[in-house]
Nanobody, 117 residues
Framework: QVQLVESGGGLVQPGGSLRLSCAASGSVFGIATRGWFRQAPGKERESVAAISWSGGNTYYADSVKGRFTISRDNAKNTLYLQMNSLEPEDTAVYYC??????????WGPGTKVTVSS
């Protein structure tokens, strides 16, 4: 079992930056991929970014390429999402997710990001 807790969300003006963190506890053995998802009001949850356990492979949604950076610190069991040049369209609840080799996914409770002037 893996327990995930996100932090770092909040209110930011357009053009601003936030850094989200996802702290993991429990057994991370067998975790293959870690990622960030978001769900805006009235919309389906969508994948934002993902990173392999080794960090050698990353994925970004087209809407965030060049603005968001996913990273991880395996020693601290923490996943990060650096978000720059934020836009109102980035407003959503952001979730981190760990997926194991059996394709079972673990989710955190989410952290809310609001981009507004």
């Amino acid at each position: 079992q893996v327990q995930l807790v996100e932090s770092g969300g909040g209110l930011v003006q357009p053009g601003g930056s936030l850094r989200l963190s996802c702290a993991a506890s429990g057994s991370v053995f067998g975790i293959a991929t870690r990622g960030w998802f978001r769900q805006a009001p009235g919309k389906e949850r969508e994948s934002v970014a993902a990173i392999s356990w080794s960090g050698g492979n990353t994925y970004y949604a087209d809407s965030v390429k060049g603005r968001f950076t996913i990273s991880r610190d395996n020693a601290k069991n923490t996943l990060y999402l650096q978000m720059n040049s934020l836009e109102p369209e980035d407003t959503a609840v952001y979730y981190c997710s760990y997926t194991d080799l059996d394709s079972h996914s673990y989710w955190g409770p989410g952290t809310k990001v609001t981009v507004s002037s």
